[in-house]
């Protein structure tokens, strides 16, 4: 079990959103070995406050020139659907701080899945760095779902734990949404895995798996333990209530 594993806690999402800026801008300059810092954003609702905030307090701090903006997943619909997060992303961050168009590389939901999935899994194949042949992300957001999914790595899905490619589709359990995911190899490379919960309603699965409560092991949340780097799970008061 990676030993690396730390948990910061805050009573407000504005001191949970400092915290990260504070990380990213850390991150971003002390990574002086690569030209780039590449970043893998989590989707669904919790990262958007988050963004918005980085707009507003970090846009002349972090040197976003020097980010890569990839996706830990993305819902196949097309850009401009309200339940995309690229678009999420975009509305949120990435149109207000500057960072050139070409650092940003969108998984394009409106594809057909399993061919984004090659696609995507070779664009990033091209444009991180791979240490002793293995894909490493600087930094991989993740959310957490109430049941224990990841990125879009669902209850059932252990395979894509087991995938040799970056990206896979996998569809919503409930929704039969396709998804285009990050798989949990490419997770576990990572130089920086970050877990960013919030609310109430993910405070029962939290506790499941930070005090490995019964049934913990079998949430895909708790096959993230990056091999070589560190991971932090960033909480709010509430997220964290029974830890
Ligand atoms: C997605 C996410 C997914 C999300 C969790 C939490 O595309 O929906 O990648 O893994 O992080 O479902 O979603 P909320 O932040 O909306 O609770």
Redesign the pocket.
């Known amino acids: 079990m990676n030993m690396k594993r730390e948990i910061e806690i805050f009573e407000s999402t504005n001191g949970l959103s400092q915290f990260f800026g504070e990380l990213l801008l850390y991150e971003v300059n002390v990574d002086t070995e690569g030209e780039y810092f590449s970043i893998a954003l989590?989707?669904?609702?919790?990262?958007r406050s988050i963004f918005q905030y980085l707009a507003s307090n970090f846009k002349e701090k972090i040197n976003w020139e020097k980010l890569l903006i990839f996706w830990?997943?993305?819902?196949c619909v097309p850009p401009e659907s309200n339940e995309s997060?690229f678009r999420m992303a975009h509305e949120s961050l990435l149109s207000k701080v500057d960072i050139p168009a070409s650092n940003i590389f969108r998984i394009k939901g409106e594809a057909n899945p399993i061919d984004e999935a090659k696609r995507y899994s070779e664009v990033v194949r091209s444009n991180i760095s791979s240490p002793n042949l293995l894909l490493q992300f600087n930094l991989i957001m993740?959310?957490?779902?109430t049941d224990g999914?990841?990125?879009?790595i669902f209850p059932g899905n252990g395979d894509l734990f087991e995938s040799n490619d970056p990206f896979e589709v996998s569809m919503h359990p409930e929704t039969s949404q396709s998804?285009i995911t990050v798989t949990g190899k490419t997770i576990n490379q990572a130089k920086l895995v970050t877990f960013l919960v919030t609310?109430e309603n993910?405070a029962n699965t939290v506790a499941t798996l930070l005090n490995r409560k019964k049934g913990w092991d079998a949430l895909p949340a708790s096959h993230v333990d990056p091999k070589n780097g560190k991971l932090l799970w960033i909480l709010d008061n509430k997220a964290a209530a029974y830890l």
């Not at 993740?142 to 779902?145: E, I, S």
């Not at 999914?149 to 879009?152: E, Q, R």
């Open positions: 989590s989707g669904g609702s919790t990262p830990s997943d993305e819902r997060n993740l959310g957490l779902g999914h990841t990125a879009s998804r609310g993910k």
